[in-house]
């Protein structure tokens, strides 16, 4: 069986409850932001006052979402942090209107849209791979090409070019 839209009631009852829930911070609760991937579903997470820590991806969300850099969680604030809820665009409008954001993580809305800008690292590294030299605003003539995709999750690496040389 391939599981191919099938899923089991909880399963179901979690995915919608993550996309169309609206999650409010609970007392022992705080809003983090997503610093860095530290693999095994541990991510390295900053709270609004500046302090960091390592938040746990639990079970029951494990292969039904997936977590970026840069995305806002709500954790249970313990001697480890767990994750909660996961926030998306339309929740963090929510949490706006409702005055529970902290101001530390005030975001444009334009920033939560996924697309690139000219002066964001990871775009420049990507363009920097696929074509060698960093292009200015002028020489762009598409930013939202579906083939220059880079993957945020990924710090850029060093890309050495290789001489082809025929001294045989």
């Known amino acids: 069986m391939s599981g191919a839209g099938r899923k089991s009631g909880y399963r179901k009852g979690v995915t919608q409850d993550v996309l169309y829930g609206e999650p409010v911070p609970e007392a022992g609760e705080v809003i983090v932001q997503v610093q860095a991937m530290r693999g095994s579903n541990l991510f390295e997470i900053v709270t609004s006052e500046g302090e960091t820590g390592i938040a746990m991806l639990p079970t029951k969300y494990r292969k039904l979402i997936w ?12 001697v480890n942090y767990s994750v909660e809820h996961i ?4 929740q ?4 706006k209107k409702q ?8 975001v444009d809305e334009a920033d939560l849209e996924p697309k690139a800008a000219d002066g964001d690292a990871s775009s420049a590294l990507g363009k920097l791979a696929l074509g060698g030299t ?4 002028d020489d762009l003539e598409c930013d939202s090409d579906p083939m220059l995709f880079v993957n945020r999750n990924r710090a850029g690496g060093q ?10």
């Open 67 to 78: 977590i970026r850099r840069g995305d806002f969680l709500i954790v249970a604030a313990a």
């Open 87 to 90: 926030l998306y665009k339309d």
């Open 92 to 95: 963090i409008k929510q949490l």
């Open 99 to 106: 005055n529970l954001w902290p101001d530390s993580f005030n």
């Open 134 to 137: 960093k292009e200015t605003s």
């Open 159 to 168: 890309y050495v070019e290789e001489d082809d040389s025929d001294d045989e």
